[in-house]
């Protein structure tokens, strides 16, 4: 949605600092509120000012007017008041109307309205993001500006989930157009809300893993590293509902190794992926990042080295374009200028998506935002690599191309995965976890080579694969 309300430009009103063009539209909002209801010449004057801005931002008239729309409820509301307002009346074509109804129905319907269209004229110069730093740099409370940056993202989600859910009831035969389908409609509704609520908490924790916080953090030290680049123990873990999911995870990952974390559904896997960059915790156990323990004091530099690319590629994805969406997490960690736009370029090329780098990353299909979720972590520069379920919904050209892309890094990887054939690629070691401990840790070809071992862990190779 926040895509949607922002229209990309090269205006001098684009130009403008973000935290001037907030403070000129909250002074133009206060003044059209403070403006008494009769002073009609002055909401004309705001109007034809509007107008100006949007002349001189190069904003057609045609792309607020289904915006606009948003103010629906303030138009139903002053269409009433006339016919409910109490006091004096008088006859308008053989209706009795209240004269004081009428008047706070176009007060509200005025005010409203040039609410609406200064807002909707500062979301349509400024990208999203910017007008996050914009409110940062007016020293906004931090909390407000975690609150502006979730729901924007929010929106979004609602929308998207909104779109992927007619299409899923249209094409089992539902008109969502028809009264009768009412009762569907709402239930659907309900199940959106809670869709997307968690949509909207694995896209917060998504942020989170690449550097974002909402309270400015110290600067990134850089301590030497010392000692193999992870080692996990005794690492135990129980969700907030009581369920235990991990019951004394130890790992130990040397330098430039590409390690498979096998297991079956709820094995543990990603809830112990998520406790690398110190996204969950709370748990007991140790978890040390190149000698640096993964602990409160050390969460930026923790996640400065350890990059995490989610399952679902659309909870990483979440700015108006790749190239911001990429740019996103080494500007949370203090890179900025030449060395930004290089960073992001490099990552783009590694995964061979530089074309679409002004583009949506919504308007991508499956493999490409796979890609570009990808490019979001390379361009943090991380001396570990965490991917889940990489080759997931891939076809198998982009699968192999992935793989390509995978094997000329040479960071330190970890790849959560079912595809065993995609392990026994990339990965010379793997681990396999079970109920929340790891079982078994090898060469990859042995352990997928035991065929009880798997089977006692319901893994199976795919029909016609063998391993050479
Ligand atoms: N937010 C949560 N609250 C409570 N329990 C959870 C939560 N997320 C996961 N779990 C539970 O924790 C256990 C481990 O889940 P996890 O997602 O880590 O498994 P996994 O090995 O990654 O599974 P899969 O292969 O299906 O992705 C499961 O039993 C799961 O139901």
């Known amino acids: 949605m926040n895509a949607a309300l922002y ?5 001098p009103v684009h130009r ?23 002073a009609y010449w002055a909401f004309g004057a705001y109007l034809l000012a509007i107008g100006a801005v949007w002349a001189v ?56 309205t040039l609410g609406v269209l200064v807002s909707l004229t500062l979301a349509a110069t400024t990208a999203p993001q910017d007008l996050l730093a914009g409110l940062g740099r007016l020293r906004m409370p931090a909390v407000l500006v975690t609150i502006a940056t979730l729901m924007l993202r929010y929106a979004e ?58 309270v400015p953090s110290p600067e990134v030290s850089r301590p030497v590293r010392t000692g193999p680049a992870l080692v996990v123990e005794r690492l135990a873990f129980a969700y907030p509902d009581g369920h235990q999911a991990l019951f004394g995870v130890d790992l130990r990952v040397e330098r430039g190794e590409r390690v ?32 640096l323990p993964v602990e409160r004091a050390n969460l930026k530099e923790i996640r400065r080295r350890v990059g995490v690319v989610f399952q679902d590629p659309d909870d990483q994805l979440f700015l108006p374009t790749v190239r911001q969406d990429v740019a996103f997490g ?25 074309e679409a780098a002004d583009r949506s990353p919504l308007h991508l299909s499956g493999g490409q935002r796979r890609r570009v979720a990808l490019a979001t972590v390379l361009a943090c520069d991380p001396e570990i690599l965490v991917l889940d ?62 065929a009880e071992l798997l089977a006692r862990h319901r893994l199976e190779l795919p029909y016609g694969f063998r391993l050479d």
């Open 16 to 38: 403008l600092a973000p935290q001037v063009k907030i403070v000129a539209a909250v002074v133009a909002v206060l003044c059209v509120v403070a403006t008494p209801r009769e």
């Open 260 to 291: 498979a974390v096998l297991g079956p559904n709820g094995a543990g896997k990603t809830t112990f992926a998520l406790h690398l960059n110190g996204v969950l915790g709370g748990g007991s156990g140790r978890i040390e990042i190149a000698g």
């Open 389 to 450: 379920e990489p080759s997931a919904n891939l076809e198998p050209v982009a699968r192999r191309e992935l793989a390509e892309v995978l094997l000329g890094l040479d960071t330190t990887m970890l790849m959560i995965t079912h595809d065993l054939p995609y392990a026994a690629q990339l990965c010379p070691r793997s681990v396999l976890v079970d109920g929340g401990v790891v079982v078994a840790d090898g060469p990859t070809r042995e352990i997928l080579g035991d």
């Open 57 to 112: 931002a190069r904003t057609p008239v045609g792309w607020y007017a289904p915006r606009v729309l948003i103010e629906l409820p303030f138009v139903l509301l002053a269409f009433v008041l006339p016919f409910t307002g109490t006091g004096e009346r008088v006859d308008v074509l053989g209706v009795s109307v209240s004269v004081s109804g009428a008047l706070a129905g176009w007060n509200i319907l005025a005010k409203g």
């Open 157 to 214: 989600v609602v929308v998207a989930e909104a779109k992927r859910m007619r299409v899923a009831r249209i094409s089992r035969g539902d008109d969502p157009r028809f009264l009768w389908q009412a009762g569907a409609t709402a239930r659907g509704v309900g199940a959106l809300f809670i869709r997307s609520y968690d949509r909207g908490e694995r896209v917060h924790l998504a942020m989170v893993s690449r550097g974002w916080s909402s």
């Open 330 to 354: 080494p500007t949370n960690f203090g890179v900025s200028g030449p060395e930004l736009a290089a960073r992001v370029e490099a990552a783009l090329a590694a995964v061979g998506m530089t």
């Open 7 to 11: 229209r990309p430009g090269d205006s």
